[in-house]
């Protein structure tokens, strides 16, 4: 399957919400009928885009449709696709890998995709011929180091891990001692899931982030908070928590096959202002992709 027909199953959910919406709203379009604004509001709210969000982008779209003179179907859907586009472009969606090691730091509350992120990653940056090291890093549970392994097995890559109950950031802290002794490419670090309201654990946060500033102090640090997407806009507010403990560069949205609320895609980057990296669209190692804002406007407009 071609990338953009993945990325149109996997919103197939939001597709169906909103996409035969906007069709009706593109094949009603004159100059004068303003009432096709009030549907797409109304859809992109549905769909978890958030109210603010919301506004500016028909605002966006009034103001260019004007200002280009559109006319017909086919001007209107290429303005509304270059729109969308933009409000979500915001910053370098690619993983900035440039040092050797590099380090990938993942977090996010309990259950949305960490560590199935990673081991999607670990594969994905395998294959590109990097030397891969995970680091287990959620010492909260037995269990969460034996479901990295497997991953780290499927994607023929090293593990470092340590007892249940041991202290993250000496984990972190061998795991980079062994890839600088393994010349690995990247250290991935998975996270035990925690709420934002927990300070305790967002000290030991901003810990395993203090590890890793005073190892590899030049190096390439990749924050990613993963999101899942099915839980809307209460997601937005984890994240503002997130960013001022462990400093974020970008974000890993999941669970997008599970969802008609993709439209939270534009609520993050117009309230964060952080870029989305990747969209999870299902638990298999190939249903992670890099976030591409044009091909995710055309996908939800096809
Ligand atoms: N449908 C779907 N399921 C996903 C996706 N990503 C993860 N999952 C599923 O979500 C569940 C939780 O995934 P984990 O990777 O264990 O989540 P986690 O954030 O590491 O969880 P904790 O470590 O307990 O905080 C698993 O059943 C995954 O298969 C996705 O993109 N789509
Ligand atoms: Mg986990």
Same mark, same amino acid.
């Given at each position: ?126 294959? =590109? $011929? ?7 890093? &959620?010492?909260?549970? @037995? +269990?969460? !180091?034996?479901?990295?392994? %497997? ?12 007892? =249940? $109950? ?7 802290? &061998?795991?980079?001692? @062994? +890839?600088? !002794?393994?010349?690995?490419? %990247? ?116």
């Amino acid at each position: 399957m071609g990338f953009f027909e993945k990325m149109k199953q996997g919103l197939s959910r939001t597709r169906s919400q909103m996409t035969a919406t906007i069709n009706t709203m593109i094949a009603d379009f004159t100059e004068e009928n303003e009432e096709i604004y009030d549907e797409l509001e109304e859809v992109m709210i549905l769909s978890d885009a958030g109210v603010e969000t919301t506004e500016r982008i028909i605002q966006n779209l009034h103001d260019e449709v004007r200002a280009r003179g559109c006319r017909g179907q086919a001007q209107l859907r290429g303005t509304l696709i270059e729109i969308l586009a933009d409000a979500i472009d915001v910053g370098d969606s690619s993983l900035r890998l440039d040092t050797v090691p590099s380090v990938i730091l993942v977090v996010g509350v309990n259950g949305v995709g960490k560590t199935t992120t990673i081991g999607k990653l670990a594969s994905w940056l395998t294959a =590109e $011929g990097k030397k891969v090291l995970l680091c287990a890093g &959620d010492t909260f549970r @037995a +269990a969460a !180091a034996e479901q990295l392994t %497997v991953w780290a097995d499927r994607a023929g890559c090293d593990i470092v891990r340590h007892e =249940e $109950g041991s202290d993250p950031a000496a984990v972190v802290f &061998d795991s980079i001692a @062994a +890839a600088k !002794a393994r010349h690995a490419d %990247v250290v991935i670090v998975d996270t035990a899931g925690r709420l934002h309201n927990k300070q305790n654990l967002m000290n030991e946060l901003n810990k395993i982030r203090r590890v890793i500033d005073r190892e590899l102090p030049e190096a390439s640090v990749e924050c990613l908070m993963v999101l899942d997407a099915t839980t809307g806009q209460n997601g937005l507010i984890q994240a503002k928590v997130f960013t001022e403990s462990a400093g974020l560069t970008g974000i890993v949205l999941t669970k997008l096959d599970g969802t008609a609320k993709g439209g939270i895609v534009f609520a993050i980057t117009d309230q964060l202002g952080l870029p989305v990296k990747f969209i999870g669209v299902g638990e298999g190692v190939d249903d992670l992709m890099p976030f591409d804002a044009r091909g995710f406007a055309e996908a939800l407009l096809a």
